[in-house]
């Protein structure tokens, strides 16, 4: 397309490299899923479940030089999001977005690449939905400034990509026994639907290595990796843990 | 010219605790004597000793703690007197400040006259000093500790016959690892200044740190190499109009650091360090108390507002030692940069601290720019950043700070934290209260020995009752508010397939964390 390659030379010029890819980076493993490979810059995508599928996106794309913002998400943990080898560097929090979170979202998407969006307003109370006119305004938002809206826990009309997950099995190491050991993974299926295309899952781990102790190096070691016998990918080789 | 009180610290703490200068004290600073008075050193009390021989070699021994804020607040009035007999005067350090000395001099008959004139002026207050002329600064705090005056051109016969040690003499002209150094000459066999100065500049260079080419500098009396003199921009100045006027101590301290973080954005927006700075402070009257610190760093904001501090206590409190006391509240502060040097052409050492760390972050202009937009919109507060923390439970390892603060984590991230929480973290935070339940309905606590009381079986959350198709825990962990009370974390599994994180303190659960 013309634009895209105008943006991209517009971008060049301004010296800004994150602006010249077109698409955030999702988890490696997750790439497959999506119809460009990642999230389409410019575009809102609403994601329903379990809150690891967005973290491992934050993740992903903070590690790779994207800026991102978090509207309204006090409960959502950082050092969750740290193991995943998240640069938080690159983050910003705005746990009590006050009366209006659309606005103070549509002012983030100015200048910010990956602008999280919750349903928390502080102390407890929640926000209502988003009526169409504001969330078509805010997609005009993202659209312009080519910034991406990820909307968590709410059905946003107009969303370009919907991601639903959901915990299928929890993982124990070492084995499941009541009163021994602990949680060390777990497994989610991911669905992600793009308007004009076939809705395309998948099965992942979320997989800590070794003990789950021990220093955290730039990359968190916690990765989303493709579940073994998942249609997606192949299969990796994942390492058990021996007791 | 350089005006030496000694061991300042001690002083200053005596005059505090009310005793004369004759009494045996010592500063402690981290458990070893920091300073120490002349009583004292006669009974064999010397600097770096331990706080437990220092006492044995003298029983009455007159222990103080270190506190900057102190020694700068009482040196304020010897400033005061000194800057009576010549104007201009630098502060190096509350208990040493130097003078140019070529003009009064000049003035008043002699480097001689002159040196009388501010031992006397200094006198006035009740302090001892020494003082000692020289050409090179360095020389000058050398020679004022015994009071000498090194004729003009002889500085490096004069510094040839010092003991190297003289090199670690004074903290402010010397880095953090000038004492590792100076161990290290004189296991090479240099015992003087002047042996470690006859080695070529070049193999000094090639073979020690930066810190040691200033060493030798300064030990073959080479002049100082002078800040570069870059012309001062007027609008660096900040003015401040007092309103309400203050005559608290703390109203003071707390403008200092607001000034001092304004100074420092200026200076940085012109790409400035300031090496010298000069502050004002005004009464409604029209009375002026001005003061210039000069730092061999360039100055940090903490630095600055510590030193606005220090001179606006002494002078508030000026009038209860019959000092000079403001005789009315200060309406007017100004903070004037009288030296500013290119940050470029400081010469930052390769190795150790020093290295300027880096002052942005990941977040770019066009970020930073939302982000004061929401501020403006919301508040100061309302947009933060994380930082890496220290912690044993899964909220404590990130901790938030306000946009525009300075990063620093609650807690030191790279401790040893051995009751932390094994990976994965729980993705979702919580504060829920809960009960746990053991099969016959009674509530399950942790005991002494970090165990249940019972098997759990349910957790209560709310109004629903949940069963457990797994557990594990607990896991106690320490806690510094409570060293006794016992604390756990513990983790189940739901029947409707979500793991918990719980935790247990005062005989409480919460939900801590969600697995999802």
């Keep these: 397309m013309e634009i895209e390659e105008l943006r991209r030379r517009l971008a060049s010029m301004s010296g800004d490299a994150m602006a010249e890819t077109s698409t955030l980076p999702v988890p490696e493993a997750m790439t497959p899923l999506f119809p460009r490979g990642g999230l389409s810059r410019g575009t809102v995508v609403s994601s329903v479940g379990a809150t690891t599928v967005p973290m491992a996106i934050i993740a992903a794309a903070t590690r790779s030089g994207a800026t991102a913002a978090l509207v309204g998400l006090p409960r959502l943990n950082l050092a969750a999001a740290m193991d995943m080898g998240a640069d938080l560097s690159r983050v910003a929090v705005v746990t009590e977005p006050g009366v209006d979170p659309f606005e103070v979202a549509g002012v983030l998407l100015d200048g910010i690449d990956l602008v999280v969006l919750g349903s928390d307003l502080g102390h407890g109370r929640l926000r209502g939905p988003v009526t169409p006119s504001r969330a078509r305004v805010l997609a005009g938002r993202a659209r312009k400034q080519s910034s991406t809206l990820l909307v968590l826990d709410d059905d946003w009309p107009g969303a370009a990509v919907r991601i639903e997950s959901e915990v299928t099995d929890y993982r124990h190491v070492p084995a499941r026994r009541s009163g021994y050991g602990r949680i060390g993974g777990f497994g989610v299926d991911v669905q992600v639907s793009a308007s004009g295309a076939r809705p395309s899952s998948g099965r992942f781990d979320l997989v800590a290595p070794a003990m789950g102790e021990g220093p955290v190096d730039g990359h968190g070691g916690l990765e989303l990796v493709a579940a073994a016998g998942s249609a997606v990918v192949p299969s990796r080789p994942r390492l058990a843990v021996a007791n | ?516």
């Design chain 2, 1 to 516: 010219m350089a005006v030496w009180c000694p061991d300042w610290p001690a002083v200053a703490a005596a005059s505090t605790a009310g005793l004369t200068a004759t009494a045996p004290i010592a500063v402690l600073e981290a458990g070893t004597v920091q300073a120490c008075s002349r009583a004292a050193r006669a009974t064999g009390v010397r600097r770096g000793m331990r706080k437990r021989q220092a006492q044995s070699l003298c029983p009455d021994l007159v222990l103080s703690d270190a506190d900057p804020a102190r020694d700068g607040r009482l040196f304020d009035p010897v400033v005061t007197a000194v800057t009576d007999v010549v104007p201009l005067t630098e502060v190096l350090r509350p208990g040493l400040l130097v003078v140019t000395a070529d003009r009064a001099a000049r003035y008043f008959g002699g480097e001689d006259a002159l040196a009388e004139q501010i031992v006397d002026a200094v006198a006035t207050t009740g302090v001892v000093a020494s003082v000692g002329t020289a050409d090179e600064l360095f020389t000058a705090v050398l020679a004022a500790r015994s009071g000498q005056t090194v004729p003009p051109g002889t500085d490096a016969a004069y510094l040839a016959t010092r003991p190297i040690s003289d090199l670690t003499v004074e903290s402010t002209l010397s880095g953090p690892e000038r004492g590792n150094l100076v161990d290290l000459l004189w296991r090479l066999g240099l015992r003087t200044l002047g042996a470690f100065a006859e080695l070529s500049a070049a193999d000094v260079t090639s073979r020690f740190t930066a810190d040691a080419v200033t060493a030798h500098r300064l030990a073959a009396g080479m002049p100082g190499r002078r800040p570069s003199r870059a012309p001062i921009p007027a609008a660096l100045e900040v003015e401040y109009e007092c309103d309400p006027p203050i005559d608290r101590i703390d109203a003071a301290a707390f403008l200092g650091r607001r000034l001092a973080d304004d100074l420092h954005r200026r200076l940085s927006a012109a790409s400035l360090a300031c090496t010298r700075l000069t502050v004002h402070a005004i009464t409604e009257r029209g009375q002026r108390h001005s003061r210039t610190w000069r730092c061999a760093e360039p100055l940090t904001p903490e630095a600055t507002a510590d030193r606005v501090r220090w001179q606006l206590e002494g002078w508030l409190t000026g009038g209860a030692r019959g000092g000079s006391a403001p005789d009315s509240p200060i309406a007017r502060l100004q903070l004037e940069p009288v030296e500013v040097v290119d940050p470029g052409t400081l010469q930052y050492a390769f190795v150790g601290a020093g290295l300027p760390t880096a002052v942005g972050d990941g977040l770019g202009d066009r970020a930073r720019r939302a982000l004061v937009r929401v501020q403006g919109l919301l508040g100061g507060e309302a947009v933060r950043v994380p930082v890496r923390s220290g912690g044993r439970g899964p909220a404590e390892q990130v901790s938030l700070v306000a946009l525009g603060d300075e990063l620093v984590a609650e807690r030191d991230p790279d401790a040893a934290w051995p009751d932390r929480l094994a990976r994965p973290s729980p993705a979702l935070l919580s504060h829920t209260d809960a009960e746990v339940l053991d099969a016959d309905g009674r509530l399950v606590a942790v005991t002494l020995r970090g165990a249940f009381t019972a098997e759990p079986t349910d957790v209560r959350i709310g109004r629903s009752l949940h069963r457990l198709r797994w557990w594990a825990g607990p896991w106690p962990f320490g806690s510094a508010a409570q060293p006794l009370a016992v604390s756990a974390r513990a983790q189940v599994l739901l029947e409707d397939s979500r793991a918990l994180l719980l935790c247990y303190r005062e005989e409480e659960w919460t939900v801590e964390g969600v697995y999802e």
